[in-house]
Structures are given as structure tokens and as C-alpha cells.
């Protein structure tokens, strides 16, 4: 008894849907790629409830004939490629003909198009692959599709979205892909009637300022290289606006946005010690690339891709990203400090200025603590009581736990009970010991976890008190940001923030909370946002919980910081007495444990 049969066109192209077309942004970026690809110079995107409603492309485009209008929404209809070598040449966004039938399979599809020319168009109506309407209309040259009821027929997959914010956060993400590096056209974008994005003709620097805020170019340095395996044009970001997400990071690939693990580390091993651990720098880059040296055929969402000179191109975008920070921070010093030579001509007196001379005691060591000599003597040192040292702002103790119980029962607790020995300090470490062992402690993720559950419990009691700010701050935000900062200032209240828009996506802060430095208000309101999208685009968490890890990063310690004893003991019991202890917010770890049966095993 025969079992195989062939599917029918409507479920095969439902099962193709589920690969290309997964979300609402999904079938944002097909649409949008389809009118680039059309020649168009303006792409208006209208969307409303996040792309459930309605997603519409209106393009300017070359249009379509009466029959292609109809054939663009069979399976493997293309116009971008006609044999198999067109793949190893591929310049166009699109070329797998899969995306039109894919979208139609899934939902009420409107499509109006005309040639320049002619004197009528097309107009078809789709839904659910099956044609309901086709006949000739009056619209202007180029395309304009409407795609209504996404996943009308498919209840289970219409279930599985995400509420608006999250939906509208992917399509601006799209939207910002695709955006990016086509800067000669014009894009807009509405949503439930709101214009976002106007965007005109531009250049890249002006296409970023007007996607990610006017004062953002100020963060970047310019990068440019040309060589025989790749071209490279873009922007890095300056090591000071590094952030602990990653936020801003967009490489193109003759256009086309792509997710390349290797490259994208090859930017960020430039910023070697540069930037602090677990912080990742902004990034936009063009590369422009051969495409019979380019596979993009790999996944049809194309963003992945491979390269027959990856290690070559590894080394140029490496070397180049190093180049660019390098010539700016030179440029850099060399204005604010034209010279550094120090003159040793004789005074009229005939006295020669004799060079700076560095004394140090070498019986100094830092790690002896009980013994004599370990500080140099003031004949041995200049004196440098005039220096202020910043001070760490340590939690306050009470606003913890202070019960030994961290994880429920005594057996476990007693793992970290102190032996009343002094702690060592080595780089961002903090080692002590316990009456287990040997516990090595990260700082910065320590502090992360202590100042966390310090902001949570004020968060939920709406305990802090905000402080209002000398001189108020002025955000200057993106429309996506404005958005999100907009939905999210009730809770930032909670935290200790007093926000006010302004209008024009602008914003004004007059209070923060009383542990945060003015200078740092605006990063971390920024991080916050990012933080935030990021966290909801991967895996949904509260705002409070999410808002709380943001600032905690920003009033942990500074890994540079050298720590007292006193205040190295008190970092020690006030993590013990966090209720998870072991971990960061983010998930990193914060500590590790070698027992005195690990220590004794291993001088046997």
C-alpha cells in the first residue's frame, strides 16, 4: 500500500512560510527588500498592531506587468537569477522566490503595481495562497503591497507573538538593517498612524544620526581600507561609549546585513585593553566583497554567510579597526598636548634642569600584612596626599539579607561561613578564606549582584528617594528609543528617575537616583533602553528586573579600583548575604570555590 503522496501548494508553501516568514518582521524585511531590489529611491513601510493588522511597502520602483504581477506568487518565481552560476553573482537582496509565495500562504495579501508608462495597473488579491481577485486598476508607477491578517489561517502561530512592543521592536530592528546602508534612499515609516522615521537621502554618517540620535556621530571614528579581497567603509565606536550589551553592532556585506561571529570578533579584539572585560563597542561597517568570492545561499533569511577569504578578511577588518582607533587617539593627543618634550636648556644662571627622578622602595610588597617594612618609608615615595582617590560607593549592609541561611538550609550556608583572616586584592579578584576553602570572587560581578538586589528591593518599596540633578539633562533619543523610554517611564520613576519629554523624541531628566553621578545619567538611561530591547527581543523579562541589572552595572565598582581591606571585607558579607549569591544578574558567575579537600588532593 502506497503511503508518500505530494503535498498540495498551499500546505507546502505554509511549511516554506514557517522558515521565511516567522513574525511580522519577517515579512517586513521581504517587502522591503523586494523594493530595493525594484529600483526604488523612496519605501514608505506603514504597520499597524505591530504587523498583525497591517503591514504595508509603497515603493516608487520599475513596477510589474500584468502576468508578472500574478507570477511573483508561485514558489521559486524570480526575476534575480536564471541559472545556477547567477548564484556566485549575486548583488540583489532577494533571489530565492520563495518570500511573496510564503507570505501570501500565511495571510490577505493586496498587491497594486504599474510600469512607467503604462496606463493601468495590476491589482490582485491573495489569501491563503488562493486567488480571489485579479484585474486592472489605476495607481502610480511602482509597487504597493498590503499584507493584512498575518497568520489569519494559522491560529497557533498568530498565538505564539509576542504583545506589540516586543513585535514593534523586531520590525524597527528590521527596519534599521535595511536602512542602514542604503542611505541614497528615502525611508519612512508609520505605525497605528505615527511617523518614526523620515528618513531622506543621505550620507552614512547622517543616515546613523537619524536612526540613532543627532549626537551620536560624536561616539564614532571613521574606518576605510581598500584592498584586493574586500573594501571597507563605515564607523567603530569611541572606547568610552562602550556598553555591556551588544547594542549598536551592524555589519553589511555589500549591503546586506549579516550575523558573522568571526568578523564581528575581529572588530572587537581591536578594542583590546581598550575597553573593560564583557563590554562590547559600537559598530558600522560596509564591506564590500566579490560575490563570486560570497556564498549568501546558506539560509533563507540570508543573513548568514560565508567567505572564501575569511581569515584574509579577518586580518584587513581587524588591522583597519585598529588603524582608525589608533589615528584618532594619537590626533587626540597631539592636539590637547601639541608637546611633551621637556626643555633642559640652562637658565640664564647657567643651572641645568636636571630630569624627573622615580624613587620606590624594593623591599615593598603589597601582600605582606603583618610584617615590618611593608610600607615604603615617605624618604621613598613623593608625597601624594594632594590626590583624591575615588571612592567606591559600597551597598549599605542592612539592605540585605544578614541571616546565614543564603540558600535555604545550614549545610549549605555553612560553605561560606569566614575565617577571620584579612582578604588579598588581586587585579579584579578578591580572594578569601572559608572555612571550606578558598573562595576567588569576581569584583565587578560581585558588586553587580549586591547593588541588584539592593535597587530590586527599593524598586518594589519605591523606597529611594531621587536627588534632584544641579543642571537637568537633555536626551536626545531615535524614534524606537522614544518609544521605549516613553513605555518605560512609570518604572524608571520607581527607580529614581524624574523624566519629562519634551516632544521631537526629546526628553529632559531633573532627579536620579542618589548612587548615580550626574556625568553618568544619560549612558545609563541609554544602556537601560538598550538593555531592555535586548533583553525582550531574546528572552522576555520584567522591567524592573531588567532595569535594575541595567543600573547595577553602572554603580558597580570599576575594575580598575584598588579596594582597602575594610572595604573588600564589606563587598565579602554583603554578597554572602545576597540571596543568590553565586551568580550576576546577568548570569555570570560571580565567585569560585576551591575546597580544602580540592587544595589537599592537589599537594599530595
Known sequence: MDIINILPDNIANQIAAGEVVDRPASAVKELLENAMDAGASSIQLIVKDAGRTLIQVVDNGCGMSHSDARLCFERHATSKIHRADDLFAIRTMGFRGEALASIAAVAQVELRTSQIGSELGTRILIEGSQLVDQAPCSCPPGTSISVKNLFFNIPAR?????????????????????????????????????LLYDLKASNFAQRIAALFGSGFNQRLYNIQEQTQPVKIFGYVGKAEYARHTRGEQYLFVNNRFIKHPPLSAAIEKAYNELIPDHTYPSYFVL??????????????????????????????????????????????????????????????????????????????????????????????????????????????????????????????SA??????????????????????????????????????????????????????????????????????????????????????????????????????????????????????????????????????????????????????????????????SCQAPGISPSGKPTMTLITNQEISERLK
Open 415 to 576: 560553605t561560606y561561613q569566614h575565617i577571620d583572616n584579612p582578604p588579598l586584592q588581586l587585579g579584579r579578584y578578591i580572594v578569601t578564606t572559608l572555612k571550606s576553602g578558598i573562595a576567588v570572587i569576581d569584583r565587578q560581578y560581585a558588586c553587580e549582584r549586591i547593588t541588584y538586589e539592593r535597587l530590586l528591593a527599593r524598586f518594589n518599596t519605591a523606597a529611594d528617594t531621587p536627588q534632584q540633578l544641579l543642571f537637568p539633562v537633555n536626551l536626545r533619543l531615535n524614534a524606537g528609543d522614544s518609544e521605549l523610554l516613553a513605555e518605560l517611564m512609570p518604572d524608571l520613576r520607581h527607580a529614581g528617575f524624574v523624566i519629562s519629554p519634551l516632544g521631537q523624541n526629546t526628553f529632559v531628566v531633573t532627579a536620579a537616583p542618589t548612587d548615580l553621578k550626574d556625568t553618568e545619567v544619560q549612558s545609563a538611561i541609554e544602556q537601560t533602553i538598550s538593555d531592555f530591547r535586548n533583553n525582550t527581543l531574546q528572552q522576555p523579562t520584567s522591567r524592573d528586573k531588567s532595569i535594575c541589572s541595567s543600573l547595577a552595572k553602572h554603580l558597580a565598582a570599576s575594575k580598575s579600583q584598588t579596594l582597602k581591606t575594610e572595604e573588600m571585607q564589606q563587598i565579602i558579607a554583603s554578597l554572602f
Open 158 to 194: 498568530r498565538n505564539f507573538l509576542k504583545k506589540d512592543s516586543i513585535e514593534l521592536s523586531h520590525i524597527e530592528e528590521v527596519f534599521r538593517r535595511i536602512a542602514l546602508p542604503n542611505y541614497n534612499i528615502a525611508f519612512s515609516f508609520h505605525h497605528n498612524g505615527r
Open 287 to 412: 564591506l564590500d566583497v566579490d560575490p563570486s568570492r560570497l556564498d549568501v545561499n546558506i539560509h533563507p533569511t540570508k543573513t548568514e554567510v560565508r567567505f572564501i577569504d575569511e581569515n584574509v578578511i579577518f586580518a584587513i577588518l581587524r588591522a583597519a579597526t585598529k588603524k582608525a582607533l589608533g589615528q584618532y587617539t594619537l590626533a587626540n593627543e597631539l592636539e590637547f598636548n601639541p608637546s611633551t618634550e621637556i626643555d633642559f636648556t640652562p637658565s640664564s644662571d647657567g643651572h641645568i634642569p636636571a630630569p624627573p627622578q622615580i624613587s620606590y622602595n624594593p623591599s615593598y610588597n603589597p601582600f605582606r600584612t603583618h610584617t615590618t617594612n611593608t610600607h615604603p618609608s615617605p624618604t621613598d615615595i613623593t608625597d601624594d596626599s594632594h590626590i583624591q582617590t575615588p571612592q567606591l560607593q559600597l551597598p549599605n549592609e542592612n539592605d540585605y539579607r544578614t541571616d546565614n541561611a543564603i540558600y535555604g538550609n545550614e549545610e549549605e
